[in-house]
């Protein structure tokens, strides 16, 4: 069992930054492909990012150039680092271990507004 939780959200202006962290409760980042998700209400959940076993990364084109995925083996987290939000950012982000039957965080909200 791997048990993930988010943290970092928060309430941001437009224009802002946000780092959002996943902490795994041990190490799996040489056997899972970690991911990024969020949902905003009344949409699909929608995938953001990706960061493979072997390090490389691809984005949405939503996020693409202000989003950046990364990890710190050490401290068994991963991060997104967030900027130039928009007030359509706005959702609940969810870190993922394994694909849709891995392990889901419990999601964090980030709110983008003035």
């Known amino acids: 069992q791997v048990q993930l939780v988010e943290s970092g959200g928060g309430l941001v202006q437009p224009g802002g930054s946000l780092r959002l962290s996943c902490a795994a409760s041990r190490s799996i980042f040489t056997i899972y492909n970690m991911k990024w998700y969020r949902q905003a209400p009344g949409k699909q959940r929608e995938l953001l990012t990706t960061?493979?076993?072997?390090?490389?990364?691809n984005y949405a084109d939503s996020v693409k150039g202000r989003f950046t995925i990364s990890r710190d083996n050490a401290k068994n987290t991963v991060y997104l680092q967030m900027n130039t939000l928009k007030p359509e950012d706005t959702a609940v982000y969810y870190c993922?271990?394994?694909?849709?039957?891995?392990?889901w965080g419990q999601g964090t909200q980030v709110t983008v507004s003035s």
């Open positions: 960061l493979t076993i072997t390090g490389s990364t």
């Open positions: 993922n271990a394994g694909g849709d039957n891995g392990y």
